[in-house]
């Protein structure tokens, strides 16, 4: 242990962690999950009636373009989610030794901060 006079310290520097995300991710998974699994079968069932009645523009076209939106936008978020989710839990299982100083009454106090 080395004891330092206080006016013999010139500079501190102290690690700081950078912050645990706050975006956890789930919300971008749920409604990712719910578009696809909604736009599938409307993508599905509009490419069926345009194989059986080409000519129906009235029946396919609306489907094709609900359901290929809906892919659209529901493969991304579940991308994203995943990305967020991973980025969380890679902040969480981080294990950190990092110094600590303190001042108390008496003056200086230092030391370790272990977090795993």
């Given at each position: 242990?080395?004891v330092?006079?206080?006016s013999a310290?010139?500079?501190?520097?102290?690690?700081?962690?950078?912050p645990?995300?706050t975006?956890?991710?789930?919300?971008?998974?749920?409604g990712?999950?719910?578009?696809?699994?909604?736009?599938?079968?409307?993508?599905?069932?509009g490419?069926?009636?345009?194989?059986?009645?080409p000519?129906c523009?009235?029946?396919?076209?609306p489907?094709?373009?609900i359901?290929?939106?809906?892919?659209?936008?529901?493969?991304?978020?579940?991308?994203t989610g995943v990305?967020?989710r991973?980025?969380?839990?890679?902040?969480l299982?981080?294990?950190?030794?990092?110094?600590?100083?303190?001042r108390?009454?008496?003056g200086?106090?230092?030391?370790?901060?272990?977090r795993?």
């Open positions: 242990m080395l330092l006079a206080k310290v010139t500079s501190l520097r102290v690690y700081i962690p950078p645990v995300p975006k956890t991710g789930t919300g971008m998974l749920v990712g999950g719910i578009l696809t699994s909604l736009g599938v079968p409307i993508f599905i069932t490419v069926v009636f345009l194989g059986v009645c000519s523009t009235y029946l396919h076209l489907m094709l373009i359901g290929g939106g809906a892919l659209g936008g529901g493969i991304p978020m579940i991308s990305q967020r991973n980025a969380f839990r890679r902040a299982q981080e294990s950190r030794v990092t110094p600590l100083v303190s108390t009454r008496d200086w106090n230092g030391g370790l901060n272990v795993f």
